[in-house]
């Protein structure tokens, strides 16, 4: 399979996405890891969704209703934490509370992320059974691509403001790893080794980026000589 072949899906969060914010933390677009990767193979068709602040579900769906048959050769995701940090309140209550106004706005949004009312509360926004339902889905449609997923990982200094997400991601990284066995992409030692994470302890950094793009590389799902792209 000639290099122009390639079709290449990213479906990530906001970990994807380049950072203007703050200034000394600043990721340009060029050097996220879908870009890095892109640089590598130039010919390649490349498609790619980074939204911040989305579930899986909410993610892979897009992907699912809008190219369901377009069966790229190559699909990296990086999603989860968003599925797995604990919440101090549930998506109805969220939403009550921006309708609210006055003081009992007031009152609901000091706790929004109070990590003692996380902590307390310890609110799934998604639970460990529909997130496996969900990569299994996706896995099923796309059950002509490589996919590849990169383990859900934080800086262990997000525990204090979300008392409880490393257990979590633990726990929803086994469902990865339940899902994807060939595909899970470990890097939370690379990262934490060549200290990828940005202050918020979520984010990356270019040092992170680059990281993961190297760590995609290794897979070596896109060499000429891997099977996958040898013609038949």
């Not at 602040?53 to 892979?60: I, Q």
């Amino acid at each position: 399979m000639n290099s122009q072949n390639f079709k290449i899906m990213f479906i990530t969060d906001s970990i994807g996405n380049p950072r203007t914010f703050p200034i000394e933390e600043v990721v340009p677009l060029e050097m996220t890891y879908p870009y890095l990767i892109r640089e590598n193979y130039p010919s390649a068709i490349c498609w790619q969704l980074s939204y911040g602040n989305l579930t899986t579900e909410e993610l892979v769906n897009q992907a699912i209703a809008y190219l369901s048959d377009w069966d790229p050769d190559l699909i990296v995701i990086q999603s989860g934490i968003n599925d797995c940090r604990p919440e101090a309140f549930t998506e109805i209550e969220k939403q009550i509370v921006k309708k609210s106004t006055g003081r009992l706005f007031r009152y609901f949004a000091k706790h929004l992320f109070n990590p003692k009312v996380i902590k307390w509360r310890k609110v799934y926004r998604v639970s460990k059974k529909s997130y496996k339902k969900t990569l299994t889905k996706f896995k099923n449609i796309f059950n002509k691509s490589r996919i590849l997923f990169i383990e859900i990982n934080v800086g262990d200094g997000y525990e204090r403001a979300r008392p409880g997400v490393l257990k979590r991601i633990d726990d929803f990284n086994e469902i990865i790893n339940e899902i994807y066995p060939e595909g899970l992409i470990r890097v939370k030692n690379k990262i934490n080794k060549y200290k990828g994470l940005n202050a918020d302890n979520i984010h990356l950094n270019a040092e992170g980026h680059r990281v993961i793009a190297e760590l995609i590389e290794k897979k070596n799902i896109l060499s000429m000589n891997h099977p996958m792209w040898m013609t038949t």
